[in-house]
């Protein structure tokens, strides 16, 4: 044997397989992974011809075509408008469906937004409803804004539900598992409303919601591991690892929230002292200023923020202890999970000029080596959670990593093959 001949051939080494997890690279699952890609050209390049998603991708005229046939037929995509050219035949463009909406509800403690939303993510109606403790009352509340919104739209085709929840969702049963400022125990919203609503619903953790819609807009291309902490009546808290978004066993992956900083602490929602978010919260200032002025009236969170910027000197050390806590807290997710990025938002958020300067010293006074992650803010406000909402409707049965379960299992035929998909 001669020595070239005993020497490996340079490339690829070896890599462990858990069977139980994987899929056989087939033509099908190529042919899926080539249709995201050419859904998502369409999505960010729209309108579009199918020579230019040829050009885009790199896949074959036919190829193209043979997928742009699939999607129209799926109602995914519509032609229509033809492109300007100076000569020959005008090819007819492609763009997403914007016939198709979903509905979609941002529900807190006291209230819900129920909103409409296209494929292209443009909101059609937004209203607000008032909710009441009892969550059967409170889920007729929304159905029957729902309902107003669908008679207002008969021309359009409603493709499902999407609700962003207060709490952790068990991504197998989408029942409610932990939502310690709802107190919804646990009442079946997904049943009752379908039931009601005759369309299928999708429940998500509003961090997770949230997260999804950062990078369902692009925002987080390119980024690999992030963290998106929601700072409301609570705190909350969604993954991105490795570009695939984190929930774990039930759903419960993230709850940075209801860790432990103190066991003298306030009791928490979660029936335990001392956990971060009540320290950190919106809740967490309020009542610091209410400490600090006994005998001041009852404020929401906007009331105290708009204080801070009158210059009201016991709301600025209340929000400004908010934010010590918010930037010290983030110690234990900088140590668990070193991202490159952390998201912040929620209601804080409107006054980060003056506040984030404040997490982020505290924040890089805690880190255990190297540089601190970069921390901003989303960019949508409130809207985030209900971006989010939708796009775990138009994701559900995914087999893809990026599903909003984060399941890495192998696809399960669905009766609905229709799917729509963001690529990272
Ligand atoms: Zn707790």
Not at 298 to 303: A, D, G, M, S, W
């Amino acid at each position: 044997m001669s020595a070239k001949e005993r020497t490996p051939p340079a490339g690829r080494g070896i890599k462990r397989v858990d069977l139980a997890y994987v899929e056989l690279a087939s033509s099908e699952n190529a042919r899926d992974i080539n249709r995201d890609i050419i859904l998502e050209l369409i999505r960010s390049k729209q309108p579009i011809s199918r020579a230019d998603l040829s050009r885009a991708s790199g896949l074959q005229p036919s190829t193209v075509s043979a997928i742009a046939e699939q999607l129209l037929h799926e109602k995914w995509i519509t032609e229509g408008a033809l492109a300007h050219r100076p000569r020959g035949r005008r090819p007819t463009l492609l763009a997403l469906n914007d016939q198709l909406v979903i509905l979609v509800a941002d529900i807190r403690p006291r209230q819900a937004i129920v909103a409409l939303v296209d494929l292209n993510e443009r909101f059609l109606t937004r209203a607000v409803v008032p909710l009441v403790a009892d969550p059967e009352r409170a889920v007729d509340r929304i159905v029957e804004c729902m309902k107003g919104m669908r008679a207002a739209h008969p021309d359009r085709s409603f493709e499902g539900i999407g609700l962003s929840m207060p709490g952790r969702v068990d991504p197998t049963t989408q029942r409610l598992i932990l939502a310690p400022n709802l107190k919804w125990g646990d009442f079946d919203i997904k049943k009752s409303m379908e039931q009601k609503m005759k369309l299928q619903v999708e429940l998500a953790n509003a961090a997770n919601a949230c997260l999804l819609s950062e990078t369902w807009s692009g925002r987080l291309d390119r980024v690999r591991d992030a963290v998106l902490v929601t700072v409301s009546e609570g705190i909350g808290s969604a993954i991105l690892a490795n570009g695939q978004i984190i929930t774990s066993r039930s759903g419960l992956a993230g709850e940075f929230g209801h860790s432990p900083i103190d066991p003298n602490g306030p009791v928490c929602g979660c029936g335990q002292r001392g956990c971060w978010e009540v320290f950190a919260s919106s809740n967490a200032a309020l009542r610091y200023y209410a400490e600090a002025v006994p005998k001041a009236k009852t404020l929401t969170y906007h009331e105290l923020l708009h204080m801070t910027e009158e210059g009201d000197k016991s709301a600025i050390a209340a929000v400004t202890r908010q934010c010590t806590a918010l930037g010290r807290g983030l110690r234990l997710i900088t140590a668990a999970l070193a991202p490159e990025v952390i998201l912040i938002t929620g209601d804080l958020t409107a006054s980060w000029a003056r506040f984030g300067p404040i997490v982020q010293r505290n924040m890089e006074q805690t880190m255990l080596t190297g540089t601190a992650p970069r921390l901003a803010i989303t960019s949508d406000g409130e809207l985030s959670r209900l971006r989010g909402a939708a796009a775990v409707v138009l994701q559900r049965h995914s087999g893809h990593g990026n599903s909003s379960q984060g399941t890495q299992r192998a696809r399960t035929a669905h009766p609905n093959a229709r799917k729509l998909r963001r690529i990272i």
